[in-house]
């Protein structure tokens, strides 16, 4: 008897001491089976963000890969057809949006426009589970500066969990600018029959010429480049091409008269036989760079960015000149302001078997058939002309023209 209660005594404790262990067990589960929903709704709705914000940053991409292309097919359309557009903004909004020209498709759109992958994104997310629904307004496609197109637009995107844990709604606009640095100029494709083109690329400068200083002097006018030298002219190679820039030209005179012009702090006007400009602080003369001096004016000008300009066929913006929009309308009279001036190399034309006329250098006026003034300017090729006009419109001073006709 006494074993059998010692019996049920210990199975009493042993209850006892289990029982807290499975309440324990049961509770724990519970609170962490809470614990483990939570987790994951908070995991999705993470991941339900990160998504919301990859399809924005994927729209501003998108939209930019896709306006580039745009712009690369309108410019292939002109070259195809030999004509300019009838409206570039109804041709860039209508391959924008649907890849199209007139309702042909592309190639180099790659079959689809915006609206191609607005479709795309909607298949995509549902297969993870999202509702999307992204609504875009008529995409607003105008010039954002002389180097870049805007295809901005205003647009909803609205996101829905499918299982209703969360949805995300936002208002925004993108500009979705597009660059058109390294691609051709309509004008000069067009203007040369496909012979020859020029690529839109930034001279880095606005203003063709810069005054850098005046004085008196005489002998008509000489350019060259600068040699800067306050003392010891004597010597340099190939003088006859070169600007002699001296403190005292009273001193070294036969040096200076093999020079093809003299800027000087002092001089004589005896002594001096090349035109000259003195009374200069020659320190503000720059070294080896492309100058002209003219004695009658007293006026001493850097030309080096116009030389520039015309040798490396870079671009300088203008407001009395054609925006690339303008451009892909073959619109040469049209002036805008976010106009592009560029100087068509007449050497470069001839190597490619081209006819070459004696005109205006700036292409928009060159390939034009409009009746301009033609000037040659001081201090650059025989061959080199320009338009009144146009000489404002890139800085260009009216002192530098002569034998306009």
Same mark, same amino acid.
């Not at 729209?59 to 030999?82: D, N």
């Not at 496609?141 to 295809?151: A, Q």
């Given at each position: 008897m006494k074993t059998k209660e010692k019996g049920q005594f210990f199975s009493i404790i042993t209850i006892l001491m289990v029982l807290p262990l499975v309440v324990l067990s049961v509770s724990f589960g519970e609170t962490m089976g809470g614990y483990g929903t939570d987790v994951g709704e908070q995991v999705r709705l993470k991941s339900g963000y990160y998504y919301y914000r990859s399809m924005e940053e994927d729209l501003e991409r998108v939209s930019q890969k896709v306006g580039h292309r745009a712009v690369l097919s309108a410019i292939s359309y002109t070259v195809e057809t030999?004509? *300019?557009?009838?409206? %570039?903004?109804?041709?860039?909004?209508?391959?924008?949006?649907?890849? +199209? !020209?007139? @309702?042909?498709?592309? #190639?180099?759109?790659?079959?689809?426009?915006?609206?191609?992958?607005?479709?795309?994104?909607?298949?995509?997310?549902?297969?993870?589970?999202?509702?999307?629904?992204?609504?875009?307004?008529?995409?607003?496609?105008?010039?954002?500066?002389?180097?870049?197109?805007?295809?901005?637009?205003?647009?909803?995107?609205?996101?829905?969990?499918? *299982?209703?844990?969360? %949805?995300?709604?936002?208002?925004?606009?993108?500009?979705?600018?597009? +660059? !058109?640095? @390294?691609?051709?100029? #309509?004008?000069?494709?067009?203007?040369?029959?496909?012979?020859?083109?020029?690529?839109?690329?930034?001279?880095?400068?606005?203003?063709?010429?810069?005054?850098?200083d005046h004085g008196t002097g005489n002998n008509s006018w000489g350019h060259g480049i600068t040699v800067v030298r306050p003392q010891g002219i004597c010597g340099v190679d190939n003088s006859g091409d070169r600007v002699a820039v001296v403190e005292d030209a009273t001193e070294e005179v036969d040096c200076l008269n093999e020079f093809s012009a003299v800027v000087a702090g002092t001089a004589e006007d005896d002594h001096i036989d090349v035109p000259y400009v003195s009374g200069v602080d020659i320190d503000g003369v720059p070294n080896s760079t492309r100058v002209v001096v003219d004695g009658?004016?007293?006026?001493?000008?850097?030309?080096?960015?116009?030389?520039?300009?015309?040798?490396?066929?870079?671009?300088?913006?203008?407001?009395?000149?054609?925006?690339?929009?303008?451009?892909?309308?073959?619109?040469?009279?049209?002036?805008?302001?976010?106009?592009?001036?560029?100087?068509?190399?007449?050497?470069?034309?001839?190597r490619e078997g081209l006819d070459v006329k004696d005109r205006s250098n700036l292409a928009h006026i060159y390939f034009s058939e409009e009746d301009v003034i033609d000037c040659r300017v001081k201090g650059m090729p025989e061959s080199f002309r320009i338009d009144p006009d146009g000489s404002k419109d890139i800085g260009l001073d009216s002192s530098l023209q002569f034998d306009c006709q």
């Amino acid at each position: 008897m006494k074993t059998k209660e010692k019996g049920q005594f210990f199975s009493i404790i042993t209850i006892l001491m289990v029982l807290p262990l499975v309440v324990l067990s049961v509770s724990f589960g519970e609170t962490m089976g809470g614990y483990g929903t939570d987790v994951g709704e908070q995991v999705r709705l993470k991941s339900g963000y990160y998504y919301y914000r990859s399809m924005e940053e994927d729209l501003e991409r998108v939209s930019q890969k896709v306006g580039h292309r745009a712009v690369l097919s309108a410019i292939s359309y002109t070259v195809e057809t030999g004509q *300019g557009l009838g409206s %570039s903004q109804e041709v860039l909004e209508e391959l924008f949006v649907d890849g +199209s !020209i007139n @309702g042909e498709s592309h #190639p180099l759109m790659n079959r689809s426009g915006i609206d191609g992958w607005v479709d795309s994104i909607g298949d995509v997310s549902s297969e993870r589970g999202y509702n999307v629904d992204l609504e875009r307004q008529r995409p607003d496609i105008d010039m954002y500066d002389p180097f870049t197109i805007s295809f901005s637009f205003d647009y909803s995107l609205t996101m829905k969990d499918s *299982g209703g844990l969360f %949805s995300i709604s936002k208002e925004d606009s993108r500009p979705n600018t597009v +660059s !058109i640095d @390294g691609i051709e100029d #309509p004008i000069v494709v067009l203007g040369t029959g496909g012979r020859y083109s020029t690529t839109f690329r930034r001279c880095g400068f606005d203003s063709a010429v810069e005054e850098i200083d005046h004085g008196t002097g005489n002998n008509s006018w000489g350019h060259g480049i600068t040699v800067v030298r306050p003392q010891g002219i004597c010597g340099v190679d190939n003088s006859g091409d070169r600007v002699a820039v001296v403190e005292d030209a009273t001193e070294e005179v036969d040096c200076l008269n093999e020079f093809s012009a003299v800027v000087a702090g002092t001089a004589e006007d005896d002594h001096i036989d090349v035109p000259y400009v003195s009374g200069v602080d020659i320190d503000g003369v720059p070294n080896s760079t492309r100058v002209v001096v003219d004695g009658y004016r007293g006026e001493v000008w850097d030309i080096e960015n116009l030389y520039m300009m015309w040798s490396e066929t870079c671009y300088i913006p203008g407001t009395d000149s054609p925006s690339f929009m303008d451009r892909l309308e073959n619109n040469l009279s049209s002036s805008s302001s976010y106009g592009l001036n560029v100087l068509i190399n007449k050497g470069d034309l001839q190597r490619e078997g081209l006819d070459v006329k004696d005109r205006s250098n700036l292409a928009h006026i060159y390939f034009s058939e409009e009746d301009v003034i033609d000037c040659r300017v001081k201090g650059m090729p025989e061959s080199f002309r320009i338009d009144p006009d146009g000489s404002k419109d890139i800085g260009l001073d009216s002192s530098l023209q002569f034998d306009c006709q």
